[in-house]
């Protein structure tokens, strides 16, 4: 099938993928940066583990796993999910690197 592109407001469907070209990463994706260890945090939280599990693969108290995190979310300004939508897009990175 061949797409037509045509203007997204002259398209009478919402976010039609048919009709509407969409870039599939828009460009000017921010990119935010963590400490080495906030970033192994991440690895673990995108497996969906508890802070208490996390903690214990990481040789730290549950608390300092919730502190890692309110410290990320101040700075990225998203929940669980989304710190783990920006780490699997690869929008966090290690600073330094």
Same mark, same amino acid.
């Given at each position: 099938m061949i797409k037509q592109f045509v203007d997204a407001e002259k398209c009478k469907h919402t976010y039609c993928k048919d009709? *509407? $070209? &969409?870039?599939?990463r828009p460009l000017g994706l921010e990119v935010f940066y963590?400490?080495?260890?906030? $970033?192994?945090?991440?690895e673990f939280l995108i497996q969906d583990l508890m802070d208490k599990e996390i903690g214990n693969r990481m040789h730290i108290s549950p608390?300092? #796993? /919730?502190?890692?995190?309110?410290? &990320?979310r101040k700075v990225v300004g998203k929940n669980r999910v989304g710190l783990? #939508?920006?780490? *699997?897009?690869?929008? &966090? /990175? &290690?600073k330094g690197k």
């Open positions: 009709c *509407v $070209y &969409i870039p599939e963590v400490t080495p260890v906030q $970033y192994r945090l991440l608390r300092t #796993v /919730k502190n890692h995190l309110t410290a &990320i783990s #939508v920006l780490f *699997v897009s690869g929008q &966090i /990175k &290690i």
